[in-house]
């Protein structure tokens, strides 16, 4: 790495997001990773993914081995300007207890055919048992 590495507004960096061109942003560092997209074990579209917005807790939560994070080096391009990087959406799914009432409604229907319906099914082989030997 250079002492004198540019620096890159966000949008800059995230106008290289295609196959033939793809640059990532880890830890506040731009690399240009098109020439390791077919090389990634995870795929190309992993990276694709990741080329437009920040990649660091992306990185971070596959835990990528020391080997992986020195082979990045040769990738390196510059820095980003951290302060023009875009916020993440923080995506929670709701919890259970806020599920609507039809949805535990509709599961009590379910138990109940699946208790009735064996029985009907047993009741009615009795029924064609008693009636065919009346015949």
């Given amino acids: 790495m250079a002492s004198d590495s540019k620096v890159y507004h966000f949008d800059e960096v995230a106008q290289h997001k295609y196959k033939k061109d793809c640059w990532i942003i880890v830890s506040g560092k731009v690399y240009d990773v098109t020439p390791f997209l077919e090389e990634h074990p995870g795929g190309d579209e992993v990276l694709l ?3 437009d917005r920040d ?5 971070n939560d596959v ?9 990045m080096e040769k990738y390196y391009v510059g820095e980003v300007d951290t302060s023009t990087i875009p916020d993440q959406p923080n995506y929670k799914l709701p919890a259970q207890a806020t599920a609507p009432q039809a949805d535990q409604s509709s599961g009590f229907v379910v138990k109940l055919i699946q208790f009735l319906l064996p029985l009907l099914i047993l009741g009615a082989a009795f029924a064609l048992q008693y009636y065919s030997k009346k015949k």
């Fill in 63 to 71: 835990g990528h081995s020391d080997s992986a994070k020195e082979m």
């Fill in 49 to 51: 993914l990741a080329a």
């Fill in 55 to 59: 990649a660091t807790d992306d990185f």
